[in-house]
């Protein structure tokens, strides 16, 4: 009657969680939380932007495109010349042709800046041009 109980208390011993299939959804889960999540973009510079009563917020913004107090435009995080804003805008725009414009203009940007930055989005062919506002 030993040699019975003897196996049975060994098997036991060597019995272990297999710790494999948990690791694996972990790691599946962690891909599927990176190719889901969305990443913030930023223009580059923090601006002051206007008040507005009607703001809103809007969604599949792509292309942000920011006007400093000085009259300096940043895309993507780099300063660019008012006579290369076109090419910038359409090269993103093809990335992504779902995408819109937002412009993040200063309350001290002058309106000559403006203008320019939305006229060669317009030229670049979006015409989906949004100006960023903070909330009143």
């Given at each position: 009657m030993r040699a019975p109980l003897a196996n049975v208390f060994q098997e036991e011993e060597n019995e272990e969680i297999n710790m494999t299939p948990m690791l694996d959804v972990v790691f599946i889960m962690l891909i599927f939380f990176i190719v889901t999540a969305t990443f913030v973009k930023e223009a580059g510079i923090d601006v002051n932007r206007p008040e507005?009563?009607?703001?809103?917020?809007?969604?599949?913004?792509?292309?942000?495109?920011?006007?400093s107090d000085k009259g300096e435009i940043w895309i993507n995080k780099r300063q660019v010349d008012v006579r290369a804003v076109q090419a910038n805008i359409e090269r993103l725009h093809a990335e992504?042709?779902?995408?819109?414009?937002?412009?993040?203009?200063?309350?001290?940007?002058?309106?000559?800046?403006?203008?320019?930055?939305?006229?060669?989005?317009?030229?670049?062919?979006?015409?989906?041009v949004s100006i960023a506002a903070q909330e009143a």
């Amino acid at each position: 009657m030993r040699a019975p109980l003897a196996n049975v208390f060994q098997e036991e011993e060597n019995e272990e969680i297999n710790m494999t299939p948990m690791l694996d959804v972990v790691f599946i889960m962690l891909i599927f939380f990176i190719v889901t999540a969305t990443f913030v973009k930023e223009a580059g510079i923090d601006v002051n932007r206007p008040e507005a009563a009607t703001a809103v917020q809007k969604e599949r913004a792509n292309i942000l495109v920011a006007i400093s107090d000085k009259g300096e435009i940043w895309i993507n995080k780099r300063q660019v010349d008012v006579r290369a804003v076109q090419a910038n805008i359409e090269r993103l725009h093809a990335e992504n042709p779902q995408g819109s414009v937002v412009i993040q203009a200063d309350k001290k940007a002058t309106t000559d800046t403006l203008i320019k930055v939305m006229d060669a989005a317009r030229s670049a062919g979006v015409f989906d041009v949004s100006i960023a506002a903070q909330e009143a």
